[in-house]
C-alpha cells in the first residue's frame, strides 16, 4: 500500500511538472478520434497513394485523407477550410489582410488538393493551380464533397503538371503558394524552393507550407533567402509558448484546426513588416 501511494505521488508530480505536454498530447488525441470516428464516403485509387474522403461523425467535417494522412477538412454545410488552412494559420493572415495583395494580383498555387486554399480569392484576382495528380484535380471539381473550385470567383486555371517547372509562368506572379505533399511527406524541399526563390517577381511573396519539414530543411530555406536579399517571415500554430506553465488549449477548442507552420519570403520591406505585425510571426535574422 505504501508504494503505490509512492508511485501515485511520483506520477503526479511528473503530470504537474510536464502538465502541458500532457494537456497538449490529450488535445491532439482528443483531434485525432474526431477525425477518425467517420463515415467513408468515397475511396479513389491512384498512383500517389489512394485518395479517401470521409465525414466526421461528430463536428459534420469533410476529410480529404492521402496515404492515411490528412490533407484537407472543412465544415460540411458552410465550407469554411480548416486543418492547415483555417483562420488561425498562416495562410489565412496573408490571404486576408487588407494591405498585401492587390485585387488584381496573379497568384500561384502549387499544390491543389481539395481547392481549399481557393476559399480566399478574390473576385478579380488571377489564379494558376498546379497538380500532379489528375485525381486530385478531378476530386477537387466533386461537387458533391468539395466546392472550393466552383464557387471560386477568381479567374482560374487548373493545370495537371509540375508547377515548380513552370519558371516563366511562376516569374509572373504577385503571390506563390507552396502546398506540396504526397501522403505525410512535404515534397516542397529546401532545394525545389531555393531553385525557386531566384525566378520571383520583384516585390512579390512566396509562401511555403512548410508543416513536416525538418527544422534543418526550414533554416537551409531562410538561408538561402537571406543570402539572396530576401526577408524570411515564420508562424507556427498553435506557437511554441515559452512562458512556464502556459499552455496551448486549442486542440480542445479547435479540434479542427490542424498544426502547420507557414514561411513567407518576400524582398519586400513593406510587405514583410506588414507580416511581422500579425500575432505568432517571426523574421528570421
Known amino acids: 500500500m505504501q508504494l503505490f501511494y509512492v508511485i501515485l505521488i511520483v506520477f503526479g508530480a511528473l503530470a504537474l511538472l510536464f502538465w502541458c505536454y500532457v494537456i497538449e498530447t490529450l488535445g491532439m488525441l482528443y483531434s485525432a478520434i474526431l477525425c477518425s470516428v467517420a463515415k467513408t464516403l468515397l475511396t ?3 498512383q500517389y497513394g489512394n485518395l ?8 459534420n467535417r469533410i476529410v480529404l485523407i492521402n496515404k492515411g494522412f490528412i490533407h484537407s477538412i472543412h465544415e460540411a454545410k458552410t465550407a469554411i477550410p480548416e486543418g492547415y488552412c ?3 494559420s498562416g495562410l489565412a493572415d496573408v490571404m486576408q489582410h487588407p494591405n498585401l495583395l492587390t485585387q488584381f494580383a496573379k497568384i500561384a498555387m502549387i499544390g491543389l488538393g481539395g481547392g481549399a486554399t481557393l476559399y480566399y480569392a478574390k473576385s478579380e484576382q ?3 493551380c498546379y497538380d500532379v495528380n489528375p485525381n486530385v484535380i478531378e476530386l477537387s471539381r466533386n461537387t458533391a464533397f468539395f466546392n472550393f473550385v466552383s464557387n471560386c470567383p477568381a479567374q482560374i486555371s487548373i493545370m495537371c503538371q509540375d508547377g515548380f517547372q513552370d519558371t516563366a ?30 525566378s520571383l517577381k520583384p516585390n512579390s511573396l512566396l509562401l511555403l507550407h512548410a508543416s513536416g519539414l525538418s527544422d534543418a530543411a526550414i533554416r537551409i530555406i531562410q538561408d538561402f533567402a537571406v543570402s539572396m536579399h530576401y526577408i524570411a517571415i515564420i508562424k507556427e500554430f498553435p506557437p511554441q509558448n515559452p512562458t512556464p506553465w502556459t499552455c496551448s488549449w486549442d486542440e480542445f477548442t479547435d479540434p479542427f484546426q490542424a498544426p502547420s507552420q507557414w514561411l513567407a519570403i518576400t524582398n519586400n520591406r ?16
Do not use: M
Open 126 to 128: 488571377t489564379w494558376l
Open 270 to 285: 513593406q510587405y514583410a513588416d506588414k507580416i511581422s505585425l500579425l500575432p505568432g510571426w517571426i523574421i528570421y535574422v
Open 169 to 198: 509562368a511562376l516569374s509572373q506572379c504577385d503571390l506563390i503558394i507552396v502546398d506540396t505533399f504526397l501522403g505525410g511527406a512535404n515534397v516542397g524541399s529546401a532545394e525545389l524552393i531555393n531553385q525557386l526563390i531566384p
Open 52 to 59: 479517401v474522403v470521409t465525414r466526421t461523425y461528430i463536428g
Open 44 to 46: 479513389v485509387h491512384s
Open 86 to 88: 483555417g483562420y488561425k
